[in-house]
């Protein structure tokens, strides 16, 4: 399935949130791939200019027509672990416990 970016957002750094079009939402970092940028990737290494980036329908892109191959970006990025819930844990107190067994019995 050919992937599509529908969001892109500027975490921190020269780290993005980017939104798939299969309904996933992944991070990738590019400090590793701008390190060595030469040419038009030059300018992408200046952070106020890498946080430019946008949307375009179907990849990432900036004003000087940078863009990122979906597929790339995809492969590239990691999933987005969901923050779990942690649910209070349910103290029983001596008084309590013992209320509970006095109506048991009764």
């Known amino acids: 399935m050919p ?8 975490l921190s750094e020269y780290k993005l949130k980017i939104q ?20 038009m ?3 992408l290494k200046d952070i106020e200019y890498f946080k430019k980036v946008e949307c375009d329908g179907y990849s990432i892109c ?7 191959c979906p597929d790339v970006l995809y492969s590239m990025a990691k999933d987005i ?4 819930k ?5 103290v029983v107190t001596k008084s ?4 509970k067994s006095k109506l048991k019995t009764t």
């Open 62 to 68: 900036w004003p000087n027509g940078i863009d990122i």
């Open 96 to 99: 309590k416990a013992r209320k």
């Open 3 to 10: 992937y599509r970016v529908k969001k892109v957002e500027c």
């Open 20 to 39: 798939f079009n299969v309904g996933k939402s992944k991070e990738v970092d590019l400090a590793g791939m701008l390190k060595n940028a030469k040419n």
């Open 81 to 84: 672990s969901k923050p779990t």
């Open 86 to 90: 942690k649910r209070a844990k349910k």
């Open 41 to 43: 990737f030059l300018q």
